[in-house]
Nanobody, 115 residues
Framework: QVQLVESGGGSVQAGGSLRLSCVASGTIFSLNDMGWYRQTPGKQRELVAGVSRRGSTTYVDPVKGRFTISRDNAQDTVYLQMNNLKPEDSGVYYC?????????WGQGTQVTVSS
């Protein structure tokens, strides 16, 4: 059974930083594409950043230059370093794994950025 456990969310002021972590189990981590998604009330979950199993990264335009996604295959962990946070970055951040074991989600971690 695939499980994803996120941590690192919290409340910060604009301009601050947070680092999200997601530890995966129940799957061969290195074979999966990983992603971080954000959901806000009344809106659909949307991709923020992704890293392929080969290490290629992708970001939505509003976070480019501020967020960095990385993976540590030895630790079965994907990270999202978020710098210069803005109020519009607030939301519940979900870790996603997509690969041979299917598509799975973590429980989410709340990020709140105050102005």
């Amino acid at each position: 059974q695939v499980q994803l456990v996120e941590s690192g969310g919290g409340s910060v002021q604009a301009g601050g930083s947070l680092r999200l972590s997601c530890v995966a189990s129940g799957t061969i981590f290195s074979l999966n594409d990983m992603g971080w998604y954000r959901q806000t009330p009344g809106k659909q979950r949307e991709l923020v950043a992704g890293v392929s199993r080969r290490g290629s990264t992708t970001y939505v335009d509003p976070v480019k230059g501020r967020f960095t996604i990385s993976r540590d295959n030895a630790q079965d962990t994907v990270y999202l370093q978020m710098n210069n946070l803005k109020p519009e970055d607030s939301g519940v951040y979900y870790c996603n794994v997509a690969g041979p074991s299917g598509n799975h989600w973590g429980q989410g971690t709340q990020v709140t950025v105050s102005s």
